[in-house]
């Protein structure tokens, strides 16, 4: 379209029932506000000056009709080409205003988006018997149901709303970060367990204050918080007294020092894990040591990946966790037969033991470590290419509690020996 001649002002445009030329429905729907800087051709406007509220009709060509002009006054005007004809009007800057209305109107229409948005509120954050509000929030699995991204705005409004909550889940909420944090210490006071794996964005910031504010947490699971460092551990331990579980796998940052100050402090732990922390032990076993001294009442211990844990930290967990019954050392390398024998005089109510890749245990008195572990169900010696014959055989013959043992890739055991194991009905064996 050409340039005017004189100044025109912009108007407020409601498209009341929009056509095509050819009569096909448009993307303009019925009813809306547009904004758009229209210019008003001459021949198009009523002689007299146009007053607000007033109508016009506008060409059917134009694919628009039924124009009501809603605020200013426009002025006569005129193009300078006069050979231009004015066709079309250009549309390309016209924005839709929003109705102001209820953010929750939503619920109240008839179509899937609705119906899935109030099924995964209703799943989410109401028990299932009196939908009542529930004190268990999983707002993971509410962000899948209802395709939104949980933020720390939708954090403080569930907190602001339900303060009596006592379980959070915000495994893998990425946008999740200090503030988020805040939000919860401000309004949870009676918050006993916290699933904060994959927050990659949470620092030491936001961990003192929600430590602070909810000393009463039983569990925390900070898994895949790759800035948390052995400071993070130092707050846990001087505040979270009442510390049961703490789950600590994947980060990188986590030293002896910090695990050492948990052990100390909180007295109550029965499960800690520190999957691929791979300081852990890097100059010498501190932190064990200290967990067999101080962690009496320790049920799980996972030290999966953590290659520098060698015999002498191994010793002290036999010594001082003797209700330990679920114990991972696969990739400890380090770890021999001496170290496996210490476990099997002190830790008798072992349940599940993982020994994948340990390659220095291998089947000199093997038969003896396995006797001593009279309720082991679960044993996995996968990669472990020291162990030979001779250890498998003795399973067979040994009336012990084993219902699955897995054995992949260790290359030292030959058919005869599976065969036997074969003959043990209740045993299910596992080659993957």
């Not at 300081?279 to 001294?293: H, P, V």
């Not at 021999?336 to 210490?342: L, S």
Request: hydrophobic share 35%.
């Amino acid at each position: 379209m050409s340039r005017l001649d004189t100044q025109t002002y912009g108007s407020i445009l409601r498209f009341t029932r929009p056509t095509s030329p050819k009569g096909k429905k448009t993307k303009i729907d019925e009813d809306q506000d547009y904004e758009c800087p229209f210019h008003a051709p001459t021949y198009l406007l009523p002689k007299k000056l146009i007053s607000k509220k007033s109508t016009t009709n506008i060409d059917p060509a134009l694919g628009i009709r039924d124009v009501e002009f809603k605020s200013h006054i426009f002025e006569r005007t005129k193009f300078n080409d006069e050979r231009t004809s004015p066709k079309s009007i250009s549309l390309s800057h016209i924005k839709r205003t929003r109705k102001p209305g209820n953010k929750w109107d939503l619920l109240k229409r008839d179509s899937p988006r609705s119906r899935k948005l109030a099924r995964s509120l209703l799943i989410n954050f109401t028990n299932e018997d009196d939908f009542k509000l529930s004190k268990s929030v999983n707002l993971q699995q509410y962000g899948i149901d209802a395709g939104l991204p949980i933020t720390n705005a939708i954090v403080q409004e569930v907190c602001n709303m339900n303060p009596h909550i006592t379980k959070i889940d915000l495994t893998d909420c990425i946008k999740v970060n200090d503030v988020g944090l805040w939000a919860i210490s401000k309004s949870l006071n009676q918050i006993l367990e916290i699933k904060l794996g994959g927050c990659t964005e949470i620092t030491n910031i936001g961990l003192r204050s929600l430590t602070l504010q909810c000393s009463t947490i039983q569990l925390i699971d900070l898994s895949n918080c790759v800035h948390l460092d052995d400071h993070c551990l130092r707050i846990i331990a001087s505040n979270l007294r009442e510390l049961e579980s703490l789950l600590l796998c994947f980060c990188s940052k986590i030293t002896d020092n910090g695990v050492s100050e948990v052990a100390k402090c909180c007295r109550k732990l029965k499960i800690l894990r520190l999957r691929n922390c791979e300081k852990i032990g890097e100059f010498g076993d501190r932190a064990l040591l200290e967990i067999g001294k101080y962690s009496k009442l320790l049920t799980t211990l996972d030290l999966y990946g953590c290659n520098h844990v060698a015999d002498p930290g191994i010793k002290a967990v036999a010594r001082g966790c003797a209700h330990i019954t679920d114990f991972q050392l696969s990739g400890c390398s380090k770890v021999t037969n001496a170290g496996i024998n210490a476990l099997s005089s002190g830790c008798l109510k072992l349940v599940s033991f993982t020994l994948a890749k340990c390659i220095q245990i291998h089947d000199v008195n093997m038969s003896r470590l396995i006797q001593g572990f009279p309720s082991l169900v679960q044993l996995d010696l996968s990669d472990c290419i020291s162990i030979g014959c001779k250890s498998v055989e003795s399973i067979a013959t040994i009336p012990i509690m084993l219902r699955v043992l897995t054995l992949s890739r260790c290359i030292s055991i030959y058919d005869s020996s599976l065969l036997i194991l074969a003959q043990v009905s209740c045993l299910t064996l596992y080659f993957i």
